[in-house]
């Protein structure tokens, strides 16, 4: 069965610091996402990205996060200054229309703010 | 209120009991429902969608009550690999858009 796959697994990084997290999405699918879980909490939506740009994004999804999709394959997400509580799993989905419609999810990049 | 409530759990149930999990979600214009399951540390998997009619994958059932606003899950003969956070998810306009999760309700199924 196909993928999302998501690189790094895991980073750690400075507060105050620019990291950028990688997915490939499916290749045939159209709609990304990005998700974030803090650890204990549930899973929250940040951004939706649909025809090259942002169909959706939450409260969570400030200025300090951009997403873009650099070539036909992969899709970033941006935090340019993290910050403690920025500490969190992030999961990349991607979804298209098919058998099972609904949003398929990468094994996440674990992100630890220091 | 929650938009996506569940009990949180745990629920300790041995090996082939019958186990039942119950959502409820806040916004009546709801599309689409599903049952994610989420093992530690690890990604959602969508389990299965769920449909007003009600639908069955093998021990897993989910019923949809669009009037009350509940989801549920049954799971029967419990296996040791059901042990498991099951999240319930909702969207509000259709199966592309934004998924809204619940807080899941973990089970741990013992010998």
């Known amino acids: 069965e196909p993928e999302v796959t998501q690189t790094p697994s895991h980073q750690v990084t400075q507060m105050g610091q620019e990291v950028i997290l990688r997915c490939v999405p499916i290749s045939n699918h159209l709609y990304f996402y990005w998700y974030r879980q803090i650890l204990g909490q549930k899973v929250e939506f940040l951004v939706s990205?649909?025809?090259?740009?942002?169909?959706?994004k939450s409260e969570i999804f400030d200025d300090q996060f951009s997403v873009e999709r650099p070539d036909g394959s992969n899709f970033t997400l941006k935090i340019r200054s993290t910050k403690l509580e920025d500490s969190a799993m992030y999961f990349c989905a991607s979804f298209g229309r098919g058998a099972r419609e609904t949003q398929y999810f990468g094994p996440g990049t674990r992100l630890l703010v220091l | 209120r929650k938009e996506v409530e569940q009990d949180p759990g745990p629920f300790n149930v041995p090996e082939g009991a019958t186990v039942a999990f119950n959502c409820t979600y806040s916004?009546?214009?709801?599309?689409?429902f599903f049952w994610y399951r989420q093992d530690c540390r690890k990604e959602p998997k969508l389990l299965m969608s769920v449909y007003s009619s009600g639908n069955e994958d093998g021990r897993f059932t989910a019923q949809l009550n669009r009037a009350s606003q509940y989801i549920s899950l049954l799971i029967r003969d419990s296996k040791l690999s059901d042990s498991a956070t099951y999240l319930c998810?909702?969207?509000?306009?259709?199966?592309?858009?934004?998924?809204?999760f619940g807080t899941g309700t973990r089970l741990q199924v013992t010998l």
């Open positions: 990205f649909y025809n090259n740009e942002i169909s959706e």
């Open positions: 998810v909702v969207t509000a306009t259709g199966t592309a858009s934004k998924l809204t």
């Open positions: 916004n009546s214009a709801s599309q689409s």
